[in-house]
């Protein structure tokens, strides 16, 4: 029997969400609200469970990043916070080991380092960086935006997307801070809008979502020189489809044969199959939302289910992924989730 896996939803409200997601129907309830927070719009999870990380995105010139105990019963003990010198933090990662905690700040384009305590806690921030220059979009590239911050697992490289430049970043972390890496970063195609990232398990190739022009970007690794070479941009939004979309979240299930990503705007869900090898991906179709402004949806530890939270229809919608063809199942279940924008799944014991 399929087991219950556990989630957890940050909100642009006042509160993370922890629900249940039934491993035999697709069925999904909450188990708890975390309330008194300051919209916790992004989370991330140790490996082991232990501890929680959020962002703390209270307004765009502030904010900062905090930290929870989670229980045994999954239940969030607030730990402690820290502000954010650079403004508007609205991604988080670990770094390899787990020691540091890393965040983007999307209005002024940082980067930033904290380290990690033994007892789960955020020290004093150790980095910071400020990225520089501009692109095309009139409106949403005058300046750096800095959208996501990813390490290469195994490695000790981190890559940033930055929006506002087209560009992503190449640092390697050490010993908490981030060093500019040679090259020190690589050019997306001008008005592209880098957003999100996500590498394949072998840490071979890395995949990017654009929010600006909807494209999804593949990139070839360099493991050892942490080099970036782009290999493909490929549309996420059907051929002929004109109306106002932006992309936001970019996936991968564990057994690694598909891509997705959400379209706000045409309120989908692309998908895309790859070729292992070449890395190389190829348009599949696309899951309707069964809302408004999918902001981020997540797959299961074992690639089973896949949950859209959509920000403006304030629904989280289940669905059942097809390891064979990559396409979902409504599976007629939803839950009723003020503004949800993160998702993010326990992982497996």
């Not at 993370?16 to 309830?29: H, N, Q, V």
């Not at 959208?147 to 000790?156: E, F, N, Q, S, W």
Request: hydrophobic fraction near 35%.
């Amino acid at each position: 029997m399929r087991k219950n896996r556990y989630f957890y939803v940050g909100t642009v409200r006042d509160s993370i969400w922890l629900m249940e997601l039934s491993g035999k129907t697709g069925a999904i309830r909450c188990v708890e609200q975390f309330s008194g927070l300051k919209r916790p719009t992004y989370q991330v999870l140790t490996e082991d469970n232990r501890y929680l990380y959020s962002v703390d995105e209270s307004s765009e010139a502030s904010g900062g990043v905090r930290s929870f105990e989670v229980g045994k019963d999954l239940s969030l003990k607030p730990i402690n916070g820290r502000a954010a010198k650079g403004a508007g933090p609205c991604h988080l990662s670990l770094s390899r080991d787990e020691n540091y905690l890393m965040a983007a700040g999307y209005v002024d384009g940082t980067v930033y380092v904290y380290p990690i305590l033994k007892d789960g806690s955020i020290g004093q921030m150790s980095d910071l960086r400020y990225h520089e220059g501009r692109s095309i979009h009139e409106d949403r590239q005058t300046r750096p935006h800095a959208h996501c911050i990813l390490p290469l697992k195994g490695t000790d490289y981190v890559y940033a997307a930055d929006l506002g430049t087209d560009k992503i970043h190449i640092y390697k972390l050490s010993e908490g801070t981030l060093v500019e890496n040679d090259p020190p970063y690589v050019d997306i195609h001008p008005g592209a809008g880098p957003r999100h990232l996500v590498f394949d398990s072998s840490g071979s190739f890395l995949y990017l979502i654009n929010e600006l022009d909807n494209t999804a970007t593949v990139l070839k690794v360099n493991r050892e020189t942490g080099a970036l070479s782009v290999l493909q941009d490929v549309s996420a939004l059907p051929e002929g489809y004109t109306d106002t979309s932006y992309c936001s979240a970019i996936r991968m299930p564990v057994h690694q044969g598909f891509v997705y990503a959400s379209n706000r705007g045409h309120d989908s869900i692309a998908v895309f199959s790859r070729d292992s090898v070449s890395g190389l991906i190829k348009p599949k179709g696309h899951i309707p939302a069964r809302g408004k402004w999918p902001r981020d949806f997540n797959i299961t530890p074992e690639g089973d289910y896949l949950i859209v939270a959509n920000q403006n229809s304030d629904s989280l919608i289940s669905y059942r992924l097809d390891e064979k063809t990559g396409l979902a199942e409504f599976t007629g279940y939803s839950a009723v989730v003020e503004e949800p924008v993160c998702v993010t799944f326990v992982n497996a014991r």
